[in-house]
């Protein structure tokens, strides 16, 4: 027990500090002067990135409100609800803020597609990525709403886990770019889509890893209880 709970916390560690990243890639086209952004831009994405993406995004500027800002808002609540202390102190505002959690969810999912089919900085290699974790985010949130109707907790909370770690892919594709970036040669749209796949692979396997973790020992503590 103490292992899973040393690595809850570790992983909780971990998603306050992608969700900063995120909620800081979200909003930084609105909360920093124009230059500051596109200085930061440049370092954290790439000059191609900056130079090409950035305006076909603000091209399309009632979808790129609500990925970023209903973006935000998601990391910030899915933080929340993660909290022990939260959920047991606020159960009635858990449950309202898991409500806009799950809309938030799939706006988000929705955009993205709409932004790779639209402006793809990197072509149809940047569908693929973007069509298949969009979609596994519907379906896990899709299955999360399902299972708490049923009063299904623990399921519940294995799939809104699964969801969320999609959303944290965002942050930790930007985390991956950059270390991909010091360690090879390449364009920046190659990098970008080599970073799609680990950040959302490595996302959702540690989440998955933990989710089983769990699930084991809840196993055993009712084996125990019936032996």
């Keep these: 027990m103490k292992q899973i709970q040393a690595l809850a916390r570790a992983g909780y560690i971990t998603a306050c500090i992608l969700t900063v990243v995120g909620v800081y890639a979200c909003l930084s086209r609105y909360i920093l002067p124009e230059g500051v952004h596109l200085w ?16 076909a995004l603000a091209s399309k500027p009632g979808i ?9 808002a998601y990391l910030i609540i899915g933080l929340m609800q993660f909290s022990k202390s939260f959920r047991r102190k ?11 959690f799950m809309v938030f969810s799939i706006t988000g999912a929705v955009s993205g597609i709409l932004f790779a089919i639209l402006v793809p900085f990197a072509g149809v290699v940047e569908l693929i990525p973007v069509l298949l974790f969009a979609s596994f985010m519907i379906y896990a949130t899709y299955r999360a709403y399902a299972h708490i109707r049923r009063g299904e907790v623990t399921q519940h909370r294995e799939w809104v886990a699964r969801s969320y770690a999609i959303g944290l892919g965002v942050a930790s594709i930007r985390v991956v770019f950059l270390i991909l970036k010091q360690m090879i040669i390449a364009n920046d749209r190659d990098i970008l889509m080599a970073a799609f796949w680990l950040g959302w692979i490595l996302t959702l396997s540690a989440v998955e890893v933990y989710n089983q973790m769990l699930q084991a020992h809840t196993n055993k503590r009712k084996a125990k209880a019936t032996a």
Excluded: M
Aim: charged residues 20%.
């Design 40 to 55: 930061l831009s440049n370092i954290l994405y790439g000059t191609d990135y900056t130079r090409d993406a950035l305006p």
């Design 90 to 100: 606020r159960p009635q505002l858990h449950r309202t803020l898991g409500k806009i």
């Design 64 to 72: 790129e409100v609500v990925h970023r800002i209903f973006g935000a």
